[in-house]
Structure formats: C-alpha cells, structure tokens
C-alpha cells in the first residue's frame, strides 16, 4: 500500500475533505487499484499519521525560541515617561474673546470714534463682546484692522512644515436680513 504525499494531505487538511475520498483521489492518482478497496478505520488513521509526520519532517519547522536581546512586540512605542514629557506643556486657560474662534462669532456693530474704532460681536448664545484694534480672539487672532464694514483678523497658524504664517479672517457686518 502507498503512502499519500505530504502535499496531498495538507491539501485534505486545509479543504476539510474526508479522509475516505483522499485515499480514493491519492490512489487513482498514484494508479495503484487495491488502495481503492475498503480499509479498517484504524489503517486510516496510521496512514494519515504517517503522512502528516513525513509533511512535518519534510517542511524542517524549528523551535522558536525567544531572544531576549530584541524588543517585546507587544509593548508600546512610547513610554509612560516619554508621554508625560510631552503632555507637560502648559495650557494656557481662555476667557473671555479668547475662547471664540472667529467663526464661532458674529460681527453685530461696528462704531467709529475719534480715537479709534471698535465693534460689537456676539456669540452663538447671543452674548455681546465689544472688540478693538489688537484685542486677542481665539487661540492665536488679534484683531489688526476694523474698517466701515468688516473687522480684519490675522490668525498665526503653522503649516505642515512648522513655519508660521499668517492667516486673515474677515468678519463683514450683514445687514438686516442678509444671510
């Protein structure tokens, strides 16, 4: 009686075919007619036996083993230590203009006088804020300029290469019904 081929086998074992219709594919293959005769349950099993021990000889797995020396895969890339370090800048707490972004606000009244302009702005809760050249808005807007229908915002950003730049925010009055 033949063997089957390791390959065989872990085909069988991957597909979830039975064994019985490997031993008939295995021996039509191989051309061998008295392997197609019925076999007791316990020849089956010593042959698929044999079969996996040649596939596990004939692939040379060896033993891991774990090398001390090499970084644990399973812990995380920053320390505890390397986080604290980074969250320990200090926030600064925002009151007032500073906790709005210049979108958050809606520019209600702009008032002209002889020393120098201001204008009205309310928030999304209907609060008023009375704002002039230089008042600080948002985390990094000052107000550079408030002309006869708009207030001028310059906002410091970083872009991605961590230059700062300059970015203007126009607030422009609407009039009564403009949306």
């Given amino acids: ?6 390959i065989l086998v872990l085909a ?7 064994v019985v219709a490997t031993k008939t594919y295995a021996a039509s293959a191989i051309g061998d007619n008295k392997a ?3 076999q007791s349950p316990e020849e089956e099993q010593a042959m698929v036996a044999r079969a996996l021990d040649e596939l596990l000889t004939s ?5 891991f083993t774990y090398n001390v020396n090499q970084p644990d895969p399973f812990l995380p890339f920053i320390s505890a230590k390397a986080a604290q370090s980074v969250q320990a800048v200090p926030t600064e707490h925002l009151t007032g203009m500073r906790k709005y972004e210049p979108g958050q606000l809606k520019l209600v009244a702009i008032v002209f006088s002889r020393s120098r302009p201001m204008a009205m702005v309310q928030d999304s809760a209907g609060k008023g804020y009375v704002i002039r050249r230089g008042t600080r808005i948002g985390n990094s807007g000052i107000v550079s ?3 006869p229908n708009k207030v001028v915002i310059k906002q410091l950003v970083y872009s991605i290469t961590k230059k700062k730049k300059y970015k203007t925010v126009e607030m422009v009055i609407r009039k009564e019904g403009e949306k």
Wanted: hydrophobic share 40%; no cysteine; glycine share 4%.
């Fill in 1 to 6: 009686m033949k063997t089957l081929t390791p």
């Fill in 12 to 18: 069988v074992l991957l597909a979830g075919t039975p």
């Fill in 36 to 38: 197609r005769t019925k």
């Fill in 59 to 63: 692939m040379k797995v060896e033993d």
């Fill in 145 to 147: 300029d408030i002309i």
